[in-house]
């Protein structure tokens, strides 16, 4: 049990990948969350970073305004069952710092103080919680560096994904795995405001978010209905209780802005950016409002940009699960079934089952949506970890549900002492960044995947978190990145969390999107260790060479 486990915790790190998959139609991909720890300083005094002269810059201010971006063409009527009214009980817990003055001019004459930690250096940078009122309050946002081992070409800033994700650890990482590759960058990333050690969202208790995501998501009758909808609606107000205002700024154009500031207090002229998962949509928007700003941007495992999804997330999984079932069949005497088809079908009638009767695992149980769920983790990684998804399932057959349930908690943010912040930060973005139709639409989208996902669509169900969420949504902007340089967008062909259509679409969005394709398994293509990949974004990064048109690496 142990050696999985250990792997699961590292391909979370490395690749820096995860969901919460119950949040499932429409949802975005959520990486592995981590420790939420200060820094630890070192022994060396901290090294001081003059900020450069503003002049005409204007960091964290796009050169066109928000509102002025062309956004898509949504249908009236959003956002109907939203408790937009509902607007806490008490003082919220989460408290905001002090602004750093009226104006912005305070926020970007700010001189960053580095210390040594975690293998790197730590700085901690303030930014306005509403950049559109900058003296309201203001909100910590800790940094992570990893100098580059000879003389500095500047930072490259790199995402994780998530959305809820802090970024620090996978600095580290690939400090360590791929800083040779990419010679001479200092590798930064950032804890995106409401996650990891910066200002930081927090919703209930221990006890009262198992309550929401332990609500049975597949609802047989009205009285079911009822009790998902008290389930989410609760869990949406305990984050507003908590939370307070935090909660109406933490879209994704707000993260950009923020970026941007960081950009400039570092002295990059341009931002170099590396981006996986969701991480791609906050490159997408960066480029989008600042395109001025944009270096090189290496886009991987895109999520969707469009206004219409094409591929579901959970078709993605169900294709990816049907691989694994094909594998397992050519392996031979197949413990879970002779044909793929058999696999599948026998699978979902396995998951299904634990609607009616729960797996007890110790003092908790593994139901319907964390059994799906559970199965989801092991797909990320392709053909590398087939063997034990055929061993966590044949044990939950047997009634022994450990290692799903230990996978799906890993997914949906609880640890062994509770809930991690990743599962408040993750709906928290996501909520502000999407409009939803309402309950009613939800459920009728969800109908129309279950034919096409019998797995992960029909046991993972529906949950109502946005549709009741307590902030509005932000503009939805279309995407186009005009002006920006030339930017690479890496797609996996048998990726199961952001199928490769998404890539391709944002390729074609973007107006200086070029496509590179990785024919092979798994989520995170610049991670994956192909040889092709790392030659052809090591000659972007390094060079700003782009692989000619219809580049395709194999596996």
Excluded at 69 to 81: A, F, I, M, R, V
Excluded at 87 to 92: D, N
């Amino acid at each position: 049990m142990r050696d999985w486990v250990s792997w699961v915790q590292r391909l979370l790190i490395l690749i820096a990948i995860g969901l919460v998959v119950s949040f499932f139609v429409g949802g975005m991909v959520l990486p592995r969350q981590q420790p939420e720890s200060s820094p630890t300083p070192g022994e060396a005094e901290p090294s001081v970073q003059t900020p450069p002269a503003v002049g005409t810059q204007q960091p964290g201010v796009p050169s066109v305004p928000v509102a002025e971006h062309e956004t898509w063409d949504d249908p009236s009527g959003l956002n109907p069952d939203r408790q937009v009214t509902y607007e806490g009980a008490g003082a919220p817990s989460v408290t905001l710092p002090a602004a750093l003055g009226d104006t912005l001019q305070p926020y970007w004459e700010q001189t960053l103080e580095w210390t040594d930690c975690q293998g790197g250096q730590c700085a901690v940078v303030k930014v306005p919680l509403d950049w559109e009122n900058p003296g309201k309050a203001a909100l910590e946002i800790s940094l992570l560096r990893i100098p580059a081992k000879e003389s500095s070409r500047g930072p490259l800033f790199v995402n994780p994904g998530g959305p809820g994700f802090g970024g620090k650890e996978f600095a580290q990482t690939l400090g360590s795995e791929l800083q040779g590759s990419w010679e001479g960058y200092d590798i930064v990333s950032w804890d995106p405001r409401g996650t990891g050690d910066s200002t930081r969202v927090q919703c209930g208790t221990t006890e009262q978010t198992d309550a929401a995501f332990t609500a049975d998501t597949t609802p047989d009758d009205e009285a079911e209905q009822v009790a998902l909808r008290e389930a989410w609606s609760g869990f949406a107000q305990q984050c507003r209780d908590a939370s307070g205002e935090l909660l109406d700024h933490l879209t994704t154009i707000e993260n950009v802005r923020d970026l941007d500031l960081v950009r400039f207090l570092l002295g990059a002229e341009k931002l170099n950016y590396v981006g996986v998962s969701y991480g791609t949509y906050v490159g997408a928007v960066y480029a989008e409002l600042f395109p001025e700003n944009t270096g090189r941007l290496v886009l991987d495992s895109a999520v969707d940009i469009t206004n219409d999804e094409a591929v579901a997330q959970s078709e993605g999984f169900e294709l990816a699960f049907r691989n694994y079932a094909d594998w397992c069949v050519a392996q031979g005497n197949c413990a879970l079934g002779g044909s793929t088809d058999e696999i599948v079908a026998s699978t979902s009638e396995f998951i299904k089952g634990l609607d009616a009767t729960p797996l007890t695992v110790g003092n908790r149980t593994l139901t319907q949506a964390m059994g799906a769920t559970g199965i989801a983790l092991f797909l990320y990684s392709g053909a590398e970890q087939y063997p034990v998804l055929t061993q966590a399932i044949v044990k939950a057959r047997a009634g022994d549900g450990a290692m799903l349930l230990q996978a799906s908690d890993l997914l949906n943010g609880r640890g062994q002492q509770g809930w991690e912040t990743v599962a408040y930060a993750f709906p928290a973005t996501r909520c502000v960044d999407d409009a939803d139709l309402g309950i009613t639409v939800l459920q009728e989208q969800w109908q129309e995947l279950l034919p096409k996902s019998p797995l992960f669509a029909a046991n993972m169900g529906v949950d109502y978190t946005c549709e009741l969420w307590t902030a509005d949504s932000a503009p939805h902007l279309k995407l186009t990145g005009t002006g920006a340089a030339p930017i690479l967008v890496v797609g996996s062909t048998g990726d199961s969390a952001t199928p490769y259509q998404h890539a391709v679409t944002m390729a074609q969005q973007l107006e200086s999107g070029n496509l590179l394709t990785y024919d092979g398994p798994g989520h995170g293509a610049v991670t994956a260790g192909n040889a092709c990949v790392d030659e052809a974004v090591a000659a972007y990064l390094l060079e700003g060479t782009i692989p000619a048109e219809g580049t395709t690496c194999k596996a």
